[in-house]
């Protein structure tokens, strides 16, 4: 069976700039690549036909057919050093919190490779620390449990060749009956290469040189769990001296023994690691760990990191985690100078197999080639990048009211699991994802299977060709960087059908937009909703922290709800002051997806303020039909809410009625549980057509509903959610300003 | 705790006559339990023609690659009516008598 997977290096590109495809094609001698602009989802019925138009380029051709792997796995590494050299005697040590021990054999650090050389401390399979030298090994004898701090230490004495081993549990405040263990050993062992790379978290398990794998050096045995303090000596140390380096600094009288002295505490935003040894064996951590995590030491005397990060000296390694396939380029596209704005993708096929590999052009830095402008949610895209765990469990089916669905590409997940999950899920130890990547195949980023956020928002674009005017195509990463002055040549910029994840920056430049005069259009559902975090040195790697409460796949320990990459807190906007009504009049209340349901007018429509919305819309219900479940209110739906910050002089035009049972309450709504949290209960639950005006002749027009999008091409847009909507970009996109209400 | 009366032919065809959408309590209940039984592989659907064709197949827990069926439906109501009726007779023991 031919397998096909790719991803563009860059999701946004001006004209003139080039973006480069990786693939990897299995079993099929080659495959064929066309660019093809993108200008609605393949949604079946209901939907408009599906239309996707081949750009005239070079790069359409057919190429040979090669695989690329994957290598998941959280590390780190210190390159081969001149003080790694000549270890004989040694000793190892380091707090660790094991989560899966009982997993199988996992490295902890050292230089011991599965071939049989080097030192190092491990877990065995019965999940109790080991030490390793050569072929040589001693383990503790008793398993450590899941999630507890120890301290694990080993020795080795090259001329007596006595070996010591010390497990010992921290002291916290659960109860259990481990006891401290040593054991002794002699051993005759050979470390050949001991001054290869120092590893934590895996062993090297041999060479490849490939441009896929970090340093040409493959890598297993990878440690789920964390690791806290880690110390290297060129010397047997008894107990005492170990004691002594397990402090923070590194202590007098052990300058001479010591070799690595680790501070994981240092540079936690970076994927730097840093060691305080006159040594200086600093190294870097590969496919992103979770960092700002708490360490041995944490007591809930400090949350936030930043503040005391000596608490947060632990770093988290996953035996899932990728932040780059590191794949390398198959063939390139350089965008002409007079493409259009849009959706793209290098589409690639080889027999039945398939696979789309998003981006977008956007206008020339500075520039404007409409007074339209659709964002795309390229920051909620990755966040959601291969959520897994929706496939994988029947409580899926019991919050959906639906038989889980997938198709042949989501498929490729189970087949390839090395690439990885989604912020949506759990890594193999069920600790929680918190950072995703767009540098690997991403399965659920395409314009077919599962209607939701890309495919969702195609919805908006067939739409948009169908008005016919003019528009743009910006994106979530653009206005990171570039804030305010993206959206400023724009009289309306519309936000997807789910732009669920936002930073302070993406944030900010709305607002500043809205109050200059700006025009807003939210064209979907729970929207505004989680902070996030772009890593600081690669803007396609995105951390959120699901922090406090919220609609959530997990959520964050305690103590860990501020950002490793930027050291902001996380979790909901609404728990930072800036609730998604305050920017939009609406925020999120219900999610369920198993029927869409229908708005109904309210008086508020009879407002003078909105006859411009109501022209030639006279129907009292509203969108009673969409491909997305049947109805224009659905799936995840926002409502007003004055207290939370909807504008006093905000008009809800129009409220939706008659939700299921699958809709219930968000959780950040209740406080004491009770039997009427669901829609067929709950008046609470609705999706508010919304419309107020801002300073400096703005305003803003919320739909508050995923599904709204997919009412839009009903009968050929003829219906009365695409009349509503239209009029309402006709009139947003004039130069005329709108008034404030007095 | 709440267990399904394989008397209740009428809560089966409250399900065959509306899925999707607002169910009564006593249907909701027993989808509730359908959905939270511990097994070791639960059905989806795997869309082989957008918006128009689906196969059922079967999910090992915890994840791994669908076990296709050689079971196609061309409405989505159709093949939650199918795996209803699979469940009810695992669950109960009895055929549901409803075509």
């Known amino acids: 069976m031919t397998r096909i997977m790719g991803y563009a290096d860059r999701v946004s590109l001006q004209p003139g700039e080039t973006v480069r495809i990786m693939a990897s094609c299995i079993g099929a001698k080659s495959y064929r690549a066309e660019i093809v602009r993108l200008l609605s989802p393949n949604a079946g019925m209901g939907a408009s036909e599906y239309r996707e138009v081949t750009v005239e380029t070079p790069a359409n051709a057919t190429y040979p057919a090669r695989e690329q792997k994957m290598h998941a796995g959280s590390f780190g590494v210190v390159p081969e050093k001149w003080a790694l050299k000549g270890v004989e005697s040694f000793t190892l040590q380091a707090y660790v919190w094991p989560t899966t021990p009982k997993k199988g054999p996992r490295a902890i650090m050292g230089t011991w490779a599965a071939s049989g050389s080097g030192y190092g401390l491990s877990i065995d399979a019965e999940g109790a620390a080991e030490i390793r030298i050569g072929a040589f090994k001693l383990a503790s004898g008793v398993p450590m449990l899941e999630r507890r701090w120890y301290l694990v230490a080993a020795s080795f004495d090259a001329k007596s060749g006595q070996v010591r081993l010390w497990q010992e549990p921290i002291y916290d405040k659960s109860f259990h009956a481990e006891r401290p263990v040593m054991v002794e050993g002699k051993a005759r062992a050979s470390m050949a290469d001991a001054g290869a790379p120092f590893l934590f978290a895996a062993w090297r398990s041999g060479e490849a040189p490939s441009p896929t794998v970090y340093g040409n050096m493959l890598t297993t045995g990878h440690f789920n769990g964390r690791i806290d303090r880690p110390r290297l000596a060129r010397k047997a140390l008894d107990r005492a001296q170990i004691q002594a380096l397990t402090a923070g600094m590194l202590p007098s009288g052990l300058e001479e023994e010591v070799l690595g002295f680790w501070d994981f505490a240092k540079d936690i935003s970076s994927q730097r690691i840093t060691d305080l040894s006159p040594n200086r064996l600093d190294g870097e951590v590969v496919n992103v760990p979770a960092r700002a995590v708490t360490g041995h030491n944490w007591t809930g005397s400090e949350m936030n990191w930043t503040k005391d990060p000596q608490q947060y000296g632990a770093i988290h390694f996953h035996d899932d985690d990728i932040s780059d396939a590191k794949w390398q380029p198959d063939f390139s596209f350089t965008v002409p100078k007079d493409a259009k704005s849009g959706f793209y993708a290098a589409k690639l096929t080889s027999d039945e197999a398939y696979f789309y590999c998003p981006f977008f052009v956007r206008p020339t830095r500075g520039t404007a080639n409409a007074k339209i402008a659709f964002l795309a949610s390229t920051a909620t895209y990755t966040v959601y990048a291969n959520n897994r765990g929706r496939f994988t469990k029947m409580l899926t089916e019991l919050y959906q009211g639906r038989i889980s669905m997938m198709d042949a590409v989501d498929i490729l997940q189970f087949e390839f699991p090395e690439m990885g999950v989604s912020t949506y899920d759990r890594h193999t130890d069920s600790s929680g994802v918190s950072t995703s990547s767009r540098l690997r195949p991403v399965t659920n980023w395409k314009p077919h299977g599962r209607l939701w956020n890309y495919c969702c928002d195609l919805f908006i674009v067939d739409w948009l060709e169908h008005v016919g005017m003019p528009y743009d195509i910006i994106t979530d990463h653009d206005l990171h960087v570039e804030g305010q002055d993206l959206l400023r040549p724009y009289n309306v910029v519309l936000t997807g059908s789910h732009p669920e994840y936002w930073s302070l920056e993406m944030l900010d430049a709305l607002d500043g937009y809205q109050r200059q005069g700006g025009r ?18 690669n803007m396609n790697i995105i951390e959120v922290r699901r922090s406090e409460d919220g609609v959530r796949a997990w959520d964050a320990r305690v103590g860990e709800y501020y950002h490793q990459f930027t050291g902001e807190y996380g979790g909901l906007w609404r728990r930072q002051g800036r609730a998604p009504q305050v920017a939009t009049g609406v925020g999120f209340i219900s999610q369920g997806f198993d029927a869409c349901s229908y708005y109904r007018r309210t008086a508020q429509a009879k407002d ?57 309450l968000v959780a950040e709504e209740i406080n004491i549980g009770h039997g009427a949290l669901d829609a067929v209960q709950n008046a609470q639950i609705r999706a508010d057509i919304t419309f107020f005006e801002t300073p400096n002749g703005g305003a803003v027009f919320s739909t508050g509903s995923i599904a709204y999008a997919g009412s839009l091409p009903i009968d050929g847009f003829n219906n009365n959610i695409a009349k509503l909507t239209t009029n309402v970009l006709k009139r947003f996109a004039e130069d005329r300003p709108f008034a404030m209400p007095r | 705790m709440f267990k399904i009366d394989p008397s209740r032919l009428d809560v089966a065809k409250e399900f065959k006559a509306r899925p999707f959408g607002e169910h009564s309590p006593e249907l909701q209940y027993v989808l509730n339990y359908m959905r939270t039984r511990q097994t070791s592989q639960f059905e989806v659907l795997v869309m082989t023609e957008p918006g128009k064709r689906w196969v059922l197949g079967f999910m090992p827990t915890g994840g791994g690659v669908p076990k296709l069926t050689n079971q196609t439906f061309d409405r989505l109501e159709d093949a939650e009516w199918h795996v209803f009726k699979l469940r009810w007779k695992h669950i109960t023991g009895h055929d549901l008598p409803i075509e």
């Not at chain 1, 807003?520 to 040195?537: K, L, Q, S, T, V």
């Open chain 1, 520 to 537: 807003h259009m939210y064209m979907g559902g729970n929207g505004f909703y989680w902070r996030i975090a772009f890593h600081p040195e």
């Open chain 1, 608 to 664: 003078p303020r909105v006859a411009f919305m109501f022209d030639g819309v006279t129907d009292e219900i509203l969108g009673n039909f969409g491909v997305l479940q049947g109805g224009a209110a659905g799936l995840e739906i926002d409502c007003a809410d004055f207290a939370l910050g909807t504008p006093p002089h905000a008009l809800v035009v129009a409220s939706s009625e008659n939700h299921s049972n699958t809709y219930i």
